[in-house]
C-alpha cells in the first residue's frame, strides 16, 4: 500500500512552466510503476504520462509529448511532472497514481492508488 500527495499546483500565466510533485508513503517506493493523470471539469481524466518503477522507462499520451517530462526520484520517494509552454487548455487537477509491480500503464483502472489531486489553473 502506498498513500500518496500531490503539490506544486497553481495559478500560472499561459507560457509558463510547474513542476508537480507526488511524494510517497508506505510501501517501498520503488515498487510501484508511477502515472499522471489530469481531469479538467466535465471531462474524463485524461493520461498524461507513466513511468516504471526503476524510471528507467517512461511512457506518454501522444497529446503530452514534447511538454511533459516525467520523472522520478526513488531517494526522496517522489514523481514529478514537468509541465513547460502551458496552455489554458491545461487548466485541471492532476492526480499521481501507482501501480504495484512497477510496470508502464496508461488506462487508470491499471493504478490502484490515487491521490487527492492538485489544481492548476493557467490565465490566459
Known amino acids: 500500500q502506498v498513500q500518496l500527495v500531490e503539490s506544486g499546483g497553481g495559478l500560472v500565466q499561459a507560457g509558463g512552466s510547474l513542476r508537480l510533485s507526488c511524494a510517497g508513503s508506505g510501501r517501498t517506493f520503488s515498487y510501484f510503476g508511477m502515472g499522471w493523470f489530469r481531469q479538467a471539469p466535465g471531462k474524463e481524466r485524461e493520461f498524461l504520462a507513466a513511468i516504471g518503477g526503476s524510471g528507467g522507462r517512461t511512457l506518454y499520451a501522444d497529446s503530452a509529448k514534447g511538454r511533459f517530462t516525467i520523472s522520478r526520484d526513488n531517494a526522496k520517494n517522489t514523481v514529478y511532472l514537468q509541465v513547460n509552454n502551458l496552455k489554458a487548455e491545461d487548466t485541471a487537477v492532476y492526480y499521481c497514481?501507482?501501480?504495484?509491480?512497477?510496470?508502464?500503464?496508461?488506462?487508470?483502472?491499471?493504478?490502484?492508488?490515487w491521490g487527492q489531486g492538485t489544481q492548476v489553473t493557467v490565465s490566459s
Open positions: 497514481a501507482a501501480t504495484p509491480g512497477g510496470g508502464t500503464y496508461y488506462q487508470p483502472i491499471s493504478f490502484d492508488y
